[in-house]
């Protein structure tokens, strides 16, 4: 410990989430990469930089320095320090200021909430502790006034996106606990590019077409009236077949160098959407032959496909 006994050594902490690495609803965990600043100042290291050839810091080997004993209390797989077995080197100051960047892949628990499933928003919290020290000899600080994760050096993740990420300091039981939370919201929506869109229409109708197969094997070849149960399956699959259409041409269209290659139909149904679109902010002249982009028929053909997956 860099103080003594009867001094509390307040201990700065700053957090940077760098990536949302994945979130598994089934194991109930969420893993992230973090980097972390840590700033406590160490009396014993302050020097007269005059006497030193004006040398105003130093950079050391972390074995060479106490290093506060961070530990995630919550991880999945097992108690270790924050940067423990890594080499991040430590900046001391003439002042006595220490500066020490560990990161580290964060794997903790995360109970899961799908109530909402697949608009759901998942909320985790990361627990820290200076593990086998007591609060009268350390006390956490908040490095920034926001009390808040930093994501300045975020990566975007293409399934989850981050929303909330508060630091909360918790200083009335034995030792002086960070809460971290962090809330991510899933992103739903697949790409008109994506290919698994595709896929997903493929083995929804094939599903459908099992289910009445084996339907239609429990009833009566002759059966009068038709029973209640086809009938549903068969509009079912129609409904289905038609969405992997529109899914398909999608697709299509997106790729399309030109817009003169695009259907005519598919035109004036664009045409017909922004004309109400127009419509509903200002009434105004539209001309009946506008010329539509590529981008705008695509759109429009799929929140058509959308609105019968909601069906």
């Not at 993740?157 to 909360?168: C, V, Y």
């Not at 899914?247 to 695009?262: F, L, R, S, V």
């Given at each position: ?145 926001d009390h808040q994760c930093q994501f300045d050096y975020c990566t975007p ?66 059966s009068n009236p038709m029973c209640a149960l086809l009938i549903v399956m ?64 695509v759109e429009v053909l799929y929140s058509l496909v959308f609105f019968m997956?909601?069906?």
């Amino acid at each position: 410990m860099p103080t003594s006994c009867t001094e509390t050594m307040d201990l700065k902490i700053g957090i940077y989430i760098v990536s949302i690495n994945y979130f598994r609803e089934v194991e109930e965990s969420i893993s992230l990469t973090g980097s972390f600043i840590l700033l406590w100042h160490d009396p014993r290291l302050q020097w007269n930089p005059s006497s030193y050839n004006n040398i105003i810091l130093l950079i050391l080997d972390p074995k060479d320095i106490w290093l506060p004993p961070l530990v995630l209390i919550n991880r999945v797989d097992k108690l270790e320090y924050i940067g423990d077995g890594k080499k991040f080197y430590i900046t001391v100051w003439s002042s006595g200021i220490v500066v020490y960047s560990p990161g580290d892949v964060l794997d903790v628990k995360c109970t899961t909430d799908i109530s909402k499933f697949p608009f759901d928003r998942q909320t985790c919290r990361l627990h820290f502790i200076p593990y086998g020290i007591p609060i009268p000899y350390i006390s956490f600080t908040h490095l920034y006034k926001d009390h808040q994760c930093q994501f300045d050096y975020c990566t975007p993740h293409s399934d989850w996106t981050l929303e909330e990420r508060t630091q909360i300091i918790d200083s009335t039981n034995d030792h002086s606990t960070l809460y971290v939370t962090v809330q991510i919201k899933r992103q739903p929506h697949l790409l008109y590019n994506n290919g698994e869109r595709i896929g997903l229409a493929i083995t929804l109708l094939l599903s459908y077409a099992i289910f009445l197969t084996l339907a239609s094997a429990s009833v009566p070849a002759t059966s009068n009236p038709m029973c209640a149960l086809l009938i549903v399956m068969i509009v079912i699959i129609t409904v289905s077949g038609i969405i992997l259409y529109g899914t398909t041409i999608t697709i299509k269209y997106h790729y399309k160098k030109k817009a003169d290659d695009i259907w005519s139909p598919l035109k004036g149904l664009t045409r017909w959407t922004l004309k109400k679109k127009l419509y509903s902010v200002e009434p105004a002249d539209f001309e009946e032959n506008v010329p539509v982009t590529q981008n705008e028929v695509v759109e429009v053909l799929y929140s058509l496909v959308f609105f019968m997956d909601l069906m």
